[in-house]
C-alpha cells in the first residue's frame, strides 16, 4: 500500500516541475555544481573481491562468456563458484571512512560519487527490495553508504550516489524485457523502492543514474521520479543528475549532459558536462591485471585543464578493494591533483571557459576565467623560457603574474597577442613539477 501511494505521488505530480522532459530540462542547474568542477568517482562492490578485468566480471562470466573471464575464474575459482559466492568476501574489514575521507579533501575533489548498486544488483546499503544482497545482510555487514556518506560530508564534500537502473540477471527485470517492457514489475517491487531508501535516507546531491540503455524512459518512469526529486524530494533544492535515464536520453535529457564514459569533446559547449575518466585506462572496478596501468599525474592533470577550459566537471574514477583500502598507486595520483590544485586552484575552481580562443601558442595552453581574470596553464615549460600567446591583447593596464611564485613575469606586446618570457626558477623554486599557471589581468578582450 504504501508503495502504491508513493508511484500515485510520482503519477499525478502537479508542483512546479510536471513529468515531462519539457518541464524537467528547463529546472536550472544548481550553481555548486558548475563551481566545484572536479569530483571523484568509487566503483565498489562484489567484483572488487575477483578484481579481474573490470565490474563487469559477473556478465562476462555468466552472460557474455568471456573466454578470458571464464579461464580465469574456472582455474582460480573453480567451476562450481557462483558469482554469488564472492558477496561474503567482500569484507571491507580495512575500510576507515574518515582515512578515505581525509585522502578525498586533500586531493582538491569537491563532491564524491559511490556506486551503491553496480549492474550485479549488490547495494551497499540496506533495502528490502535487495534482502540478502546488500552489504549490510552479507560481506561487510555494514552501511557503507551511511558511514561514507557522513564522513565525507564532515571535511565539506558534497555526497553523490550512482545507482544502476537495469540488473544483469534479476528475474523481474527479465520478465520485463520478455514482455518488452510491457510489464514493469521490476521497476516497481525493485527499482523505485531502492531509489526512493536510497534518497530519503541519506540524501545524495548527485543521482547517477547508468545501466538505462536497454529500455525507454517510459519503461523506468524517468520523468516521475525526478519530478519528485525536483519537487518534493529532501534534496529537491540542491540535488544535480546527469542524463543516463533512458534509451536516447544521453546527451539530450536530465541534468548536466555525459554523452558517453571518457568524453571529451574538444571545444566549448553550450550545455553543462561531464567526463567521468578512469585513473586506470580501462577499469572502473580495481583490475590487479599488470594489463591495466595507472594514468600518470601529468595525464590526469591535461584531463582535468581541458576539461575545465572547455565547460566540463571531470569525475575522476578510483577502486578500492575487497577489503576497503585504497591502493597507494591512487592515493599517489590523488594527493599529486591535490598538491597541484593547492597552488592552482584559482584557475579550475568557479570558473569559466574562456570563449575567446583555445590552444593557441607554440605549446598547449588551455584557457579559463574568473572575474577580471584570466589564467592560462602550459603543459611543458619551454627551454628558451619564452611563451607566445596569441589570443590575449594587452592594453597599458595589463599585467601577467604565475600562480605560486612572486617573482616577476615580463612580456612584450607582439602582433596582437603577447610574448611571456617566464621567470627564472631553479627546480625547487618551481610552483609545481607538472604545469604552470599565467594569470593576465587588465586584457583588452576580456
Not at 571531470?314 to 597507494?328: A, V
Not at 598507486?329 to 575567446?356: E, T
Amino acid at each position: 500500500a504504501a508503495l502504491y501511494l508513493v508511484c500515485a505521488v510520482l503519477l499525478v505530480c502537479v508542483a512546479a516541475y510536471e513529468p515531462n522532459w519539457d518541464s524537467l530540462d528547463a529546472r536550472p542547474l544548481p550553481g555548486w555544481y558548475d563551481e566545484a568542477k572536479f569530483g571523484l568517482f568509487l566503483h565498489w562492490g562484489v567484483y572488487s573481491v575477483p578484481s579481474y578485468v573490470d565490474e563487469w566480471y559477473w556478465w562476462e562470466l555468466d552472460g557474455s562468456h568471456d573466454p578470458e573471464v571464464v579461464d580465469f575464474h574456472n582455474r582460480v575459482y573453480g567451476p562450481n563458484f557462483k558469482y554469488a559466492d564472492f558477496a561474503p568476501r567482500f569484507t571491507a574489514e580495512l575500510f576507515n571512512a574518515t582515512e578515505w575521507a581525509d585522502v578525498f579533501a586533500q586531493s582538491g575533489v569537491k563532491y564524491i560519487v559511490l556506486t551503491t548498486k553496480h549492474h550485479e544488483g549488490f547495494t551497499l546499503y540496506p533495502t528490502g527490495a535487495s534482502w540478502n544482497w546488500n552489504s549490510v545482510d552479507t560481506g561487510p555487514h555494514m552501511d557503507l553508504v551511511a558511514a561514507l556518506s557522513k564522513a565525507v560530508r564532515a571535511r565539506n564534500l558534497t555526497f553523490g550516489a550512482y545507482h544502476s537502473l537495469f540488473e544483469w540477471f534479476h528475474p523481474l527485470y527479465l520478465e520485463d524485457k520478455a514482455s518488452n517492457w510491457t510489464t514493469r514489475n521490476y521497476v516497481t517491487n525493485v527499482l523505485f523502492p531502492e531509489l526512493l531508501t536510497l534518497v530519503n535516507n541519506y540524501e545524495p546531491e548527485i543521482v547517477w543514474a547508468d545501466g538505462d540503455w536497454e529500455a525507454p524512459y517510459e519503461y523506468w518512469n524517468s520523468t516521475g521520479f525526478l519530478a519528485w526529486l525536483y519537487n518534493d524530494s529532501p534534496v529537491k533544492d540542491t540535488v544535480v543528475v546527469n542524463d543516463r535515464w533512458g534509451q536516447d536520453c544521453m546527451c539530450h535529457h536530465g541534468g548536466y549532459y555525459t554523452c558517453s564514459d571518457r568524453y571529451q569533446p574538444g571545444h566549448i559547449l553550450p550545455h553543462k558536462w561531464e567526463n567521468c575518466f578512469t585513473t586506470q585506462t580501462e577499469s572502473w572496478g580495481y583490475d590487479r591485471r599488470f594489463a591495466d596501468p595507472y594514468q600518470t599525474i601529468p595525464e590526469l592533470l591535461e584531463e582535468l585543464l581541458s576539461t575545465v577550459a572547455y565547460g566540463g566537471n571531470l569525475l575522476l574514477n578510483i577502486g578500492p578493494t575487497w577489503d576497503g583500502r585504497i591502493l597507494q598507486a591512487f592515493k599517489d595520483r590523488l594527493l599529486g591533483m591535490g598538491a597541484w590544485l593547492q597552488i592552482n586552484g584559482d584557475a579550475i575552481y568557479g570558473s569559466k571557459p574562456w570563449p575567446v580562443a583555445q590552444n593557441q601558442s607554440n605549446i598547449d595552453v588551455y584557457y579559463t576565467t574568473k572575474g577580471p581574470s584570466v589564467y592560462g596553464t602550459f603543459l611543458s615549460w619551454p627551454l628558451n623560457n619564452t611563451l607566445h600567446f596569441q589570443a590575449p591583447v594587452a592594453t597599458a593596464a595589463t599585467t601577467v603574474s604565475m600562480l605560486g611564485t612572486s617573482k616577476p613575469v615580463k612580456f612584450t606586446s607582439v602582433g596582437g597577442g603577447l610574448t611571456v618570457t617566464l621567470p627564472a626558477l631553479n627546480p625547487a623554486e618551481l610552483p609545481s613539477m607538472y604545469a604552470w599557471t599565467l594569470r593576465f589581468d587588465g586584457l583588452s578582450n576580456h
